[in-house]
């Protein structure tokens, strides 16, 4: 077996605005992140995907990059960027950053010279279109609501932007665009940061015809027959020869549309792209035509294990998976999948963890997740900072014909200011993560009871949980290699599943509801072994019957 290390890994995602203030300003910083070092070491984990800290306006929050090779000045210095990859690495922490090269900020200097005139050599770094009978050359919309063009005055054109318009798409077909962002790989690497996630590389690749389509209620048609994802596959060939082959990285592709097929081309074990891709098929599972993903139903477990089942067999010994519940785009892991009440916050949380841990894939922590972090109570959006959800509110409102209340309600299952909300240290002034009272978002209120100090040295804690599946799967050659096989898939209950590896078995077992499911154990399993880190009840399982949220796997 030829294991790469990061086949082993489990990774914990930092975003930084939301990490740890250490100037006092309300805003995560890098000296913030370095400080807190010792408590993800302490969790186990092995690598840290460090979302954006390059020099950005911050109109989407560093997802606008307008030098790649410079920090954002509120994020601190290189120096202490250097600190902080120096201190991971001694720790035994690697770190991946995140490359946003679909597009960049208006305000690069490539954007300005490009839109500075149409001879400039920097115009076709970004794709510039003219009107066609006055309008835009097509009338898709962006991920942030409103035209994918922009019109810009001084040169009479318009230009391609998929998100924000502070956000232009860079044009990949350009071979000096690649060569640029080839060589900013490099110095990164050379510098010594351990790979990369790639923000929505899958959408590198554009129709060049620029299509139209059905418009939707907003007046815009999608945006997906844009992207031509087969034709990013040698995009990232070339750049695995013209860099990655030279260090030993981990990569991780965020690819939307992503199937099973074309993750085989994207993470094949053979090498010849990335590590692993993001798929977005199980966090897609609700979502509606007129509102997208703005609604507030939950998804349906059949569901989820069909996705999940899919995934596992797909992938197994072709490709690799990335396993993950959250990140900075999606609600809490705990409130939007399990149960946030304070009844069964800790249990369900625990019990989430086990599911997606057990399976085969790097697993893929969120910030506060390893605490059991959940959504925060919004009542209205003045309080909420990210541009998509200001978008979303107006298109529910305006267009689709919503109140305030159900816009807010979908604000409080979906939107992504659920995830960013400070880090809950501990119980002291704005849970520990600022010493200013004006965080950029407000600490959830349930910091006083969520929180790490409070949990950390607690053997029962969903954080001792995380620690012990984390360490798990460092020593369990059958979690991270193991065949992955569905059992019960019509349950709507309970999530069941079995690993196997060279004639050793696992069988994971976790409930999904707030009551007692009955339920036998195969008889294979009598005489089992339980997994200790795999439990998140006190006592052994009970004959028959699986507890509310139980989880518990047994080895055989
Ligand atoms: O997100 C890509 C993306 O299309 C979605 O996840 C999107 O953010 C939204 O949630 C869809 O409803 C990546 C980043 O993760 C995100 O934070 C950025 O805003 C976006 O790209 C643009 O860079």
């Given at each position: 077996m030829n294991e790469q290390w990061w086949q082993r890994a489990v990774v914990y995602q930092i ?30 984990i092995d690598v840290i995907w460090l979302s954006p ?40 922490i690697k770190i991946v950053m995140d490359l946003v090269v679909n ?82 790989m490099?110095?990164w690497l050379?510098?010594?940061v351990d790979g990369f996630r790639m923000d929505v590389i899958g959408m590198i690749a ?21 992207i031509?994802d087969e034709?990013v596959h040698p995009y990232l060939q070339e750049m695995r020869q013209?860099v990655l082959s030279k260090y030993d990285t981990m990569t991780v592709g965020e690819v939307g549309g992503a199937t099973v097929e074309t993750a085989k081309k994207y993470a094949n074990l053979d090498g010849s792209e990335l590590s692993m891709v993001f798929q977005f098929e199980h966090v897609g ?19 989820l294990?069909?996705v999940f089942d899919h995934w596992e067999q797909g992938l197994d010994g072709v490709a690799w998976n990335s396993l993950y519940w959250d990140n900075h785009d999606q609600?809490?892991a ?19 963890a086990?599911c997606l841990h057990l399976m085969q894939g790097t697993p893929y922590i969120y910030?506060?997740e ?99 599946l984390i360490?798990?799967r460092h020593?369990s050659d059958l979690v991270v290699h193991g065949h992955f ?12 599943y079995?690993r196997?590896l ?55």
């Open positions: 975003y930084p605005k939301s990490f740890q203030d250490s100037t006092g300003n309300g805003i995560g910083d890098i000296p913030g992140i370095t400080s807190r070092l010792p408590y993800l070491a302490k969790l186990g800290v390059y020099q950005s306006p911050m109109d989407d929050n560093g997802y606008d990059i307008s030098d790649y090779r410079a920090i954002w000045p509120g994020f601190g210095t290189m120096d202490d960027f250097d600190e902080m990859l120096e201190t991971a690495h001694s720790l035994g597009h960049s900020s208006d305000e690069h200097e490539w954007f300005r010279q490009s839109r500075s005139s149409r001879e400039n050599p920097y115009r076709d770094y970004y794709y510039w279109r003219d009107a066609v009978d006055g309008h835009a050359p097509s009338n898709m919309g962006g991920v942030f609501g409103g035209s994918i063009w922009e019109w810009d005055e001084p040169t009479q054109q318009y230009y391609l932007h998929c998100f924000s318009v502070k956000q232009p798409d860079l044009n990949w077909e350009n071979p000096r665009v690649r060569d640029e962002v080839f060589n900013m490099d110095w050379a510098k010594g554009k129709d060049l015809s620029f299509p139209s389509g059905e418009p939707g209620p907003t007046g815009y048609a999608p945006l997906y027959p844009l031509q034709r013209r599972l609700t979502g509606s035509p007129e509102r997208g993903k703005w609604v507030t139903d939950k998804p349906r477990l059949v569901d294990k069909r609600p809490r705990v409130s939007r999948w399990a149960n946030d009440s304070a009844q069964w916050r800790e249990t369900s949380a625990k019990m989430l086990t910030q506060g390893e605490l059991g972090m959940t959504n925060y109570p919004w009542q209205d959006m003045s309080l909420i900072n990210d541009l998509e959800a200001h978008d979303a509110y107006r298109m529910l409102t305006q267009d689709c014909g919503c109140s305030d209340e159900e816009a807010m309600a979908a604000m409080r299952e979906i939107c992504r200011d659920n995830a960013r909300t400070p880090m809950q240290w501990d119980a002291g002034p704005q849970a520990g993560f600022s010493k200013s009272s004006e965080t950029w978002l407000p600490v959830n209120p349930n910091y006083a009871e969520i929180n790490a100090a409070a949990q950390v040295e607690d053997p029962k804690s969903v954080f001792a949980h995380y620690q012990g360490a798990l020593q096989r569905l059992l019960e898939p019509e349950s709507e209950e309970l999530f069941v079995e196997e060279d004639g050793q078995r696992m069988l994971v077992v976790c409930n999904f509801t707030d009551h007692e499911v009955a339920w036998q154990v195969p008889q294979e399993y009598a005489g089992a072994e339980l997994v200790d880190a795999a439990c998140n009840y006190e006592d052994a399982p009970v004959a028959g019957k699986v507890r509310p949220y139980e989880a518990f796997a047994l080895l055989a």
